[in-house]
């Protein structure tokens, strides 16, 4: 449910935290004048599969000086979990992964001896650099071993298709790494060394406003020099803008745009690359082509996650299309409180769980949600009284899934943010529990027991917030027990399945060797047949 929050709901919380610590040395001593910085938590913003492992680049939320004993105070919004890090003169301090009005402590000097958990932001805090804009990164000691060039090289030129010009600044990569390995010259040229993993996995050719194509394994060959010329056709894709709710443009906004290349009959999945809007808030991605699917998403430049757009292109598509502008406000927030059904503490006092509670929210379109597996979405922490804050979602409709732990069902639930929902404090409330429970009996034709028969319940993929299971393959074993449960008959023939999601259809699918396979569709609110009869195959 949706309500305003009243003065007497105490076990909210309130807009604002902070995030309370201490900066000292290596000897424990305190550090007065360090840098002290604070990011949303890149993790919990979305995981690097999430982006594509595409560097994500995050601005400070938050930032102030250590004071003479070594103390700091910084203001931030409550909800998130926030990465905190502290410098003074060239030392950086480990990383602290903490939520609001926690006290902590920042050891300057500390992560010298391995990289930091939110790496993957990128070589930088703030990185803007488009694909298109990414130099050449040499070869390095901490690269793949495999990708360490040797002798032998792949020469050619890039030009376009129709009009034979040269294009320059094409770059070429991995699939699915930021890297780039070479970019053509002025007159199209490029030069490509040889590394084992060209041998192994093509390079992938990004062109702006040209189709995405690859130089296959067969052109390298060790030791020797040869030539691949290539002509690119021009693409096709989605433009858009984005302005805020004054209708102003909202410039350098990181977006990145996924899509599914097929290159020699071998399909590679979810390739991402990525650009910024310009001054008026403009962004495209035109290197796509009739029938390409196309996820649009990224980080404004004060880190509020968006996810802009997503569908496919028609298969007789001839031109770019214009997606709906996207307004980045007003913004609202979503907060409330989790409880367990049966009365239990979310979080139990003696143990911290190896995986926090979490809220994973995600935007919605008209035809469906992304297939996109939950672990990977952007997600607010749920605190131990079981409270949760979900701040600035820019208009729309989101999804939102609670996870407790994998011994209890995945709650979801829905809402609309607009203009009214920013004016007001918008609450959903849920409690958790083991879900429903399926039971009966599966027999023969002639209505005997059978025993040890598979009865698998997984949720139905065109309805469900996380997929568990690959579009179109519901045989699939899926990828999380909570979604995904099972059992097997007694001698009797009968069983029972529990934890079985509540709010969504499910697919009961009963198997055993000898007998043909039944595949149940289980409406939400609904049970399967008390009685299951499978069929002989021989």
């Known amino acids: 449910m949706t309500t305003r929050r009243s003065p007497q709901q105490a076990e909210t919380q309130s807009k604002k935290g902070t995030l309370v610590g201490l900066v000292r040395d290596l000897e424990g001593q305190p550090v007065a004048g360090a840098e002290v910085t604070a990011v949303l938590d890149a993790f919990s913003l979305a995981s690097p599969e999430f982006w594509r492992m595409m560097p994500i680049g995050l601005d400070a939320v938050a930032s102030a000086k250590s004071g003479a004993d070594g103390g700091f105070r910084l203001e931030v919004e409550h909800g998130p979990l926030y990465s905190v890090t502290a410098t003074k003169d060239g030392a950086l301090s480990n990383e602290a992964r903490v939520h609001v009005d926690r006290p902590f402590a920042l050891t300057l000097g500390a992560n010298a001896s391995g990289p930091q958990p939110n790496d993957h932001r990128g070589p930088a805090r703030v990185n803007r650099t488009g694909t298109f804009d990414a130099p050449v990164q040499e070869y390095r000691a901490t690269d793949e071993e495999d990708e360490k060039p040797a002798q032998g090289r792949v020469l050619g030129q890039v030009v376009d298709a129709k009009t034979g010009n040269a294009l320059s600044d094409v770059v070429f990569r991995r699939a699915w790494k930021d890297r780039v390995l070479a970019r053509s010259d002025g007159q199209g040229n490029f030069s490509l060394p040889w590394t084992e993993k060209s041998t192994k996995e093509p390079v992938f050719v990004f062109a702006k406003g040209h189709k995405i194509t690859a130089i296959p394994t067969s052109a390298f060959r060790s030791g020797e020099d040869t030539r691949f010329d290539m002509r ?67 980080f404004t430049k004060d880190t509020m996650p968006i996810d802009v757009a997503e569908g496919r292109l028609a298969a007789d ?137 598979l009865l698998r319940a997984i949720p139905d993929f065109e309805n469900e917030y996380m997929p568990l299971v690959p579009p179109g393959k519901p045989d699939h074993p899926g990828r999380y027990l909570q979604g995904n449960v099972r059992v097997l008959t007694k001698p009797d023939g009968t069983y029972l399945l529990t934890r079985i999601r509540s709010h969504v259809a499910m697919r009961l699918l009963v198997q055993k060797e000898g007998y043909a396979t039944k595949k149940l569709l289980v409406p939400s609110g609904q049970e399967p047949p008390k009685t299951i009869t499978l069929e002989r195959t021989r």
């Open 232 to 298: 690119l056709e021009p693409g096709i894709g989605v433009t858009g803008r984005i302005v805020d709710e004054d209708g102003k443009p909202v410039r350098d906004v990181v977006l990145i745009c996924e899509d599914d290349i097929v290159f020699e009959s071998t399909q590679y999945g979810a390739i991402a690359w990525r650009t910024t809007t310009d001054e008026d808030g403009k962004w495209s991605f035109e290197e796509l082509g009739p029938g390409s699917r196309y996820w649009v998403r990224g």
């Open 317 to 453: 598509a001839k031109a770019s299309i214009a997606v709906p502008t996207f307004v980045t406000g007003p913004r609202s927030s979503i907060e409330g409180v989790v409880k367990r059904r049966d009365g239990t503490p979310i979080v139990a006092s003696d143990a911290a769980p190896a995986e926090p509670p979490k809220v994973h929210y995600l935007r919605l379109y008209d035809h469906g949600p992304a297939p996109v597996v939950m672990a990977f979405t952007p997600w607010v922490p749920i605190e131990p009284n079981g409270s949760y804050r979900i701040p600035g979602l820019a208009p729309g409709a989101y999804e939102l899934a609670f996870w407790v732990d994998a011994d209890l069902e995945v709650e979801v639930r829905t809402i609309r943010l607009d203009a009214g929902t920013a004016k007001r404090d918008n609450r959903i409330d849920v409690e958790v529990g083991p879900g429903r429970e399926y039971s009966g009996k599966v027999v023969d034709e002639a209505g005997h027991p059978i025993d040890a028969v």
